[in-house]
Each structure stands twice: as C-alpha cells, then as structure tokens.
C-alpha cells in the first residue's frame, strides 16, 4: 500500500464549509424495573444487542425505579406490574408517579398479567404500552422503539383485552370515517404512521391528518389514549 488509510473530510456546504448539522445517531435510554434479577439480566443481555438500545438503569422496587429513572435519564422505562414485597397492582403507582414527575417518558408495561383490567388501568396510569412476558423478543424491540417515538405499542393480546373493555357509544356528529376506523385499529397494534400508511396504501401525512381527527374527535392528547377511548366508546 502507498499510504496509511485516511479518514475522509466531512461533506461540505455549497461555500465549502465542512456540515456540522448532520444529526447524530443515539442509543434509546432504557431503565428495566422487574423484581427478579434474573429477568433484568436476560433483559439486558437481549435489549444491548441492539446498536440502538442502551440499558442505563435496574430496580427491583418502587423507591429504587424513581432513584434510577432520576439517574438515568431514560426515554423508555420497562415496567412489571409486581414488584418487590408489593401488592399485584403497585407497579401502577410507579407507572403514575413516573409519568407525572418526568412528562415525555414512555412507560412500556412487560408483566406475566394479562387481565384486560391491568391493561386498561396501565394506560389510564399513562403507559404508551403493555405487552406480556412471552412476547417475542422482535416484537418487544419493536415496541421498544415505538414508544420511545412517543408511539402507543400493544401486543395482540393486550390490544384484545383494550377490546373487550367496550362499553358506552358515541354521538353521531362525532363518529369517525371507515378510514378514520381503519387507522385506529392499526394504532391500536402500535404500528407507527408510516406503517400504516403502508397497510392501507396512503401517505403518512394522510395518516398523520387520519390521527388528529380521530383523536380531536376523542378529546385525547396521546395516541395510547386514544385507543382507550375509542374501545370504551365501542368504536373498535
């Protein structure tokens, strides 16, 4: 060889001025709140082969969650239900409390309980997401990501359970378009606006105009929200 290897310039403006606004690429936050040691060890060791997930953070109780979320600074906290020398529900409590002390964080429930009461009262506690402990791990990646977009993620069973919890109807001034339908019932899935748009073959502004509708129609602010409106409303 002539030379030893160089690292290129980086791409210049018109003027000729390297580019300095090129966004970096970062590693989703993660902290993992789960009473057993030994889940939050496979957890990690599946989650960190990821190049876009990072763990930052462990607990195994309420107090402990709040310590590591405050010192990690996570977008995505993955949270069981039963914690610690608690009662069944008091990863509710830290579900809520999260949320309102840390406004922007996406709280993604991974618990063995699939009651659709726990799935309801989750998202009503502010979770983006509830998936069960034997979701694939693609899918938990997948709904790793979406969350952290500020997206809603449910796997099949709990976007059944989000179902069943139907009760009430809707005025007929406020009812919502086939399409409208169409793109709530993908929301539901967790699927983001592109991949909707995908499925039913529009654009994502298309999409993007579909989701503020439906959620001005719902009086909702977030998109996991809205799916728990839409379902007590009947609309699913």
Same mark, same amino acid.
């Given at each position: 060889m002539s030379g030893p290897l160089r690292t290129p310039p980086a791409p210049a403006h018109a003027g000729g001025a390297p580019r300095r606004d090129l966004p970096s690429t970062r590693p989703i936050r993660i902290v993992l709140v789960d009473d057993h040691s030994i889940m939050r060890q496979g957890l990690r060791a599946v989650l960190e082969r990821e190049d876009d997930l990072r763990v930052v953070g462990e607990a195994g109780s309420a107090p402990e969650a709040f310590a590591a979320v405050a010192a990690g600074r996570p977008q995505v906290v993955l949270l069981d239900l039963k914690l610690a020398s608690g009662p069944q529900t008091d990863g509710l409590e830290v579900c809520h409390k999260l949320c309102a002390d840390h406004p922007g964080i996406g709280v993604l429930v991974l618990t063995t309980f699939a009651e659709d009461r726990l799935v309801v009262e989750s998202v009503q506690a502010g979770a983006r997401g509830y998936v069960v402990k034997d979701v694939d791990t693609t899918e938990l990646v997948r709904a790793i990501r979406a969350v952290s977009r500020g997206e809603s993620a449910f796997d099949a069973r709990s976007a059944s359970a989000m179902v069943r919890?139907?009760?009430g109807g809707m005025p007929d001034r406020e009812r919502l378009t086939d399409r409208e339908l169409d793109v %709530?019932?993908?929301? =539901?899935? #967790? %699927?983001?606006?592109? =991949?909707? #748009?995908?499925?039913?073959?529009i654009s994502e502004t298309t999409v993007k105009f579909h989701v503020g509708n439906l959620m001005r129609k719902l009086m909702v602010s977030r998109r996991a929200e809205?799916?728990?409106a839409a379902t007590k409303l009947g609309l699913l």
């Open positions: 919890s139907l009760s %709530l019932r993908l929301l =539901a899935r #967790g %699927l983001s606006n592109r =991949a909707i #748009g995908a499925e039913l073959f809205a799916v728990y």
